[in-house]
């Protein structure tokens, strides 16, 4: 069985993502997102799919934020 990485990164980020809408805590719930974004962008890099490199990259942006604002920093 050939396992290819990118997509292993991919489906744990999804994973994480999903997670972390059905939390009721926001700071881990940003966290979850923070991280699995950063495993989406990886995985849209790999695939080279612009959009969804932008798309991951405002999401894992205004995720950084919101934690930032919960922490209050902003």
Known sequence: ???NI???IGAIGLILISVGLLLKNRKYEDVLYIVGGCCLEVYSIHIKDTLFIVLQII????AIYNLLKIKKFF
């Open 6 to 8: 990118f997509k292993l």
């Open 1 to 3: 069985m050939d396992i």
């Open 59 to 62: 999401f894992t942006l205004f």
